[in-house]
């Protein structure tokens, strides 16, 4: 056996969250035989049991069958996480943080922060380091969805004795919530250049430590937060959410645009279409769809931008944020698999961006 041999029966095994053959992918590393033993490396997202046994059998078929069958294949997974820093750091208020992802919405209510805690979850699971921003000034929803409302978080003095805040832990998750640290009421009535400021005043004293992903919950639609955010710190990428319906998508396209804008000029990963369907529990095979079929589907490839996932209705997401247990942290199995699915491509594409783009660097806006 050779290495050329098994790179090319690798070459039919497909990655399931892109369609795409292991090999292109470039997830295949460090290639090792001896005698009828192959040794191989995966490199993959948020490897979930299930996808991991399926590219086990897949690759142990490809090379019995194409290069030699009585083969001993030994498949590792490790998962890739973050690899690159994403700007220098003399820009960067937050260096230990490899990746910041915005999650952000053109329209209020379609189920942005819901998405945002529940991939931050789904991304924390395969074994990475996440925080959590919740930087929707308006209406904060973490508290709330993470069971955390009347929490305070504690202050560190830094080595220069600037007070900083440490984000709360819960779930594995690293949380910071502008609603930890004001009254619900009193944040709503900040507009302008109080809003901004407090927001980045907010973003710059959180002790994040190393993070190989921030994910930022923003305020709904494109505005000067997102502005300041983008002036402030360097967003490796964002992913919008939109629910299927018109006009969702027609604000959708405002964020697409602002996002793209050659001044700002921050990578789009993907949208994610939330309540894309809903199915009844007790008619599992039925689809109904309340605002729409593949409204966001449509719209990923009218801009040419990736589809993450489509999210369907399920009374158990919306409890979970209600009683303060995300869905991805509960159990309902086939909502999780879901929000799963969506980090494995979040990730995919994420290193996607790192591997194409340069380093977003905070956006330089010319008064
Ligand atoms: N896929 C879903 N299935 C069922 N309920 C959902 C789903 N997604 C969101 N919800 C519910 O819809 C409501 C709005 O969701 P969420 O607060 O996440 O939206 P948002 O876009 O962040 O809103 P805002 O504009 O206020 O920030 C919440 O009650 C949430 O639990």
Not at 29 to 52: L, Q, S
Not at 210 to 219: F, G, R, S
Request: hydrophobic share 40%; glycine share 10%.
């Amino acid at each position: 056996m050779t290495e050329s041999e098994i790179l090319q029966a690798l070459q039919t095994v497909i990655n399931p969250a892109t369609g795409k053959d292991i090999i292109s992918e470039r997830m295949v590393k460090d290639i090792h035989i001896h005698n009828k033993n192959v040794f191989f490396i995966i490199e993959i997202g948020a490897p979930d049991a299930e996808t991991k046994g399926r590219l086990n059998a897949a690759c142990e078929e490809a090379i019995l069958k194409h290069v030699d069958k009585d083969a001993q294949v030994n498949v590792t997974f490790r998962p890739t996480m973050a690899k690159k820093a994403p700007a220098p750091s003399s820009a960067n208020p937050l260096p230990g943080v490899k990746n910041i992802i915005a999650v952000v919405s053109g329209k209020g209510g379609v189920g942005k922060s819901t998405v945002a805690a529940n991939l931050a979850l789904a991304l924390s699971a395969s074994g990475a380091t996440i925080g959590l921003m919740d930087a929707d000034i308006y209406g904060p929803s973490m508290p709330m969805m993470f069971g955390l409302r009347g929490e305070r978080p504690m202050m560190k003095e830094d080595e220069s004795g600037k007070g900083k805040i440490i984000p709360i832990e819960k779930y594995g998750l690293k949380i910071m919530s502008i609603g930890f640290l004001v009254d619900e009421k009193q944040a709503v009535v900040w507009r302008g250049p109080m809003a901004s400021s407090a927001i980045k005043q907010f973003v710059t004293d959180v002790e994040w430590g190393e993070l190989d992903i921030l994910v930022i919950d923003m305020p709904p639609g494109t505005g000067d937060i997102h502005l300041t955010l983008l002036q402030t710190i360097p967003l490796t990428g964002v992913v919008i959410v939109t629910t299927p319906q018109d006009v969702a998508l027609a604000d959708a396209k405002k964020g697409i645009a602002m996002f793209g804008q050659a001044q700002v000029n921050v990578p789009i990963l993907g949208i994610v279409e939330n309540m894309a369907y809903f199915t009844p529990a007790e008619l599992p095979d039925n689809k109904y769809y309340i605002f729409g079929k593949d409204g966001g589907k449509n719209l990923a490839s009218e801009y040419d931008v990736n589809l993450l996932g489509q999210i369907p209705i399920v009374q158990a997401i919306r409890e979970g944020g209600d009683k303060g247990v995300p869905v991805v942290a509960g159990d309902d199995e086939i909502t999780k698999a879901a929000f799963r699915d969506l980090a494995g491509k979040t990730i995919h594409y994420l290193h996607k961006r790192n591997d194409d783009h340069e380093p977003t660097s905070p956006v330089q806006i010319v008064e």
